[in-house]
């Protein structure tokens, strides 16, 4: 019992009659943060830090055989690149920590580590990051909007691979990760990066005179860099 009500309570017994609806109006106001003054909040610590975090998330492949691969990667805010990937039928907290050395092999030079709150993040793994000198940072239960840039790579990953091929197994999908993390970084624009890659891919400007632009296949040919090229 606090607040008004012990404040209420004190006055009685002093001899004071009063309502306790009267003392509760004349207290400050503690206002609770609303949900829009946690996302500002969020936001702000994405911009002000994008070059110092890491996200990291697991997303799901079927094959051929109706099996389940888990595919675990690291992206990084700043330039948005794919530091590193892994691919696994069985996704042990032993796998999980070989990743982490995996992408982080030395001095990184990263703070944090945006993680969701999947289970396979267990004190194992939560302490492996702890010695690797990253902050581990675990969005909210229910928020995936709090990791923003590695939930977009999940979408970008299906609608433009995974959603057009049917895995034959672990090796067929580590190919096809590659090709795909390749294209991701050299090839695919991003808004966030000013239209550009995360490999600073160059503008070609001014046009070529007697020049045509030509097709150059990515990903098995599910997507294609366009460039220019000499006319026939």
């Known amino acids: 019992m606090g607040g008004a009500p012990r404040i209420h309570g004190e006055l009685l017994t002093l ?40 996200a990291t998330d697991f997303f799901t492949v079927p094959t051929r055989f109706f099996s ?29 920590i070989q990743q982490l050395r995996n992408a982080f092999p030395g001095e990184h030079g990263y703070k944090y580590l945006i993680t969701d709150n999947d289970k396979k993040f267990c004190p194992e793994v939560i302490e492996a990051i702890g010695g690797m000198e990253l902050e581990h940072s675990p969005i909210s239960p229910y928020s995936p909007w709090q990791n923003p840039y590695a939930e977009r790579f999940v979408g970008s990953c299906r609608r433009d691979l995974f959603d057009r091929v049917i895995v034959k197994g672990a090796t067929h999908a580590r190919m096809l990760m590659s090709s795909y993390v390749s294209y991701y970084h050299e090839d695919r624009t991003h ?8 490999h600073l891919r160059a503008s070609c400007s001014p046009i070529p005179n007697d020049a045509k632009i030509v097709s150059i296949p990515k990903v098995g040919g599910l997507h294609h860099r366009y460039e220019w090229g000499l006319a026939a």
């Open 15 to 54: 001899g004071f009659t009063i309502c306790e609806t009267t003392v509760a109006n004349y207290l400050p106001k503690s206002r609770e943060p609303s949900s829009k003054d946690v996302i500002r909040r969020w936001k702000n610590f994405i911009n002000d830090h994008g070059d110092d975090i890491i």
């Open 68 to 96: 389940q691969l888990y595919v675990l990667f690291f992206i990084h805010h700043g330039s948005r690149r794919i530091i590193s990937w892994g691919v696994t039928f069985n996704p042990t907290s032993d796998w999980i």
């Open 191 to 198: 808004l966030g990066l000013k239209k550009s890659s995360p």
